[in-house]
């Protein structure tokens, strides 16, 4: 039983640059999510999609920011023209639509910009 | 805003000490309650989690917590802590007022000396 894989598992950039960052959830969940993660920090919510439809945007995300769910299965999440501040742990997790939703998560992308 | 407050960011106890880490969610309607656990060097875990009936809930490695909707909390509890449970505890919510999302508490270092 395969997990949620996230890849890649670091990234080091300039500012400027566009980066974008997969997720592989566990098959068959129909939801996918997205956090971001910073140093004493619990995760904060960014989107979630529900099989390939966006349902939800965080407030956090910005007009650099998109994410997308082609087919419902894997899941990509781009930052156009990174800034220091989107230095962060960026998380992705899935869950199976049931009276017990509950999320697992993968191991997370680590962005750094210098 | 929704939220979730978590009382202590680091707790240190020695081995065989009991532990109580506190988790109050602002009021959202029906709630789903859960304690992540995140070990050095690893991704996110779930450790238990409350969806509706008894209020007492029991997880992973000896952990429980305990549902209590009036005073809109969900403390975790362990009577006799273990070295290798040291990591960074994260109580989240969702459901209700909050969707579908997971909102995190800013977590609980927890450091167990041997």
């Known amino acids: 039983d395969t997990g949620v894989s996230q890849n890649p598992r670091h990234k080091i950039t300039k500012r400027g640059q566009n980066v974008t960052f997969r997720c592989d959830p566990i098959?068959?969940?129909?939801?996918l999510y997205w956090y971001r993660q910073t140093l004493g920090q619990g995760p904060e919510f960014l989107t979630y999609?529900?099989?390939?439809?966006?349902?939800?945007k965080s407030r956090l995300l910005s007009d650099r920011f998109s994410a997308e769910r082609p087919k419902g299965s894997f899941s990509t999440l781009e930052i156009q023209r990174t800034e220091q501040g989107d230095s962060a742990m960026y998380l992705c997790?899935?869950?199976?639509?049931?009276?017990?939703?509950?999320?697992?998560f993968g191991p997370g992308t680590r962005l750094t910009v210098l | 805003a929704q939220s979730v407050s978590q009382h202590n960011h680091h707790v240190i106890l020695s081995e065989a000490a009991s532990l109580e880490l506190g988790c109050n969610y602002s009021y959202g309607g029906t709630v789903n309650l859960f304690w992540y656990v995140q070990y050095p060097g690893q991704h996110l875990q779930l450790l238990l989690k409350y969806f509706s009936g008894d209020p007492l809930v029991k997880g992973i490695k000896g952990f429980e917590a305990e549902f209590i909707k009036s005073k809109f909390s969900f403390n975790l509890r362990k009577p006799s802590v273990q070295w290798s449970d040291t990591a960074e505890y994260f109580c989240a919510v969702k459901g209700g007022v909050y969707g579908n999302k997971l909102v995190f508490g800013a977590g609980t270092i927890l450091r167990v000396k041997s």
């Open positions: 999609f529900q099989n390939e439809a966006q349902l939800e």
């Open positions: 098959s068959e969940h129909n939801r």
């Open positions: 997790a899935s869950s199976l639509t049931t009276s017990t939703d509950t999320q697992y």
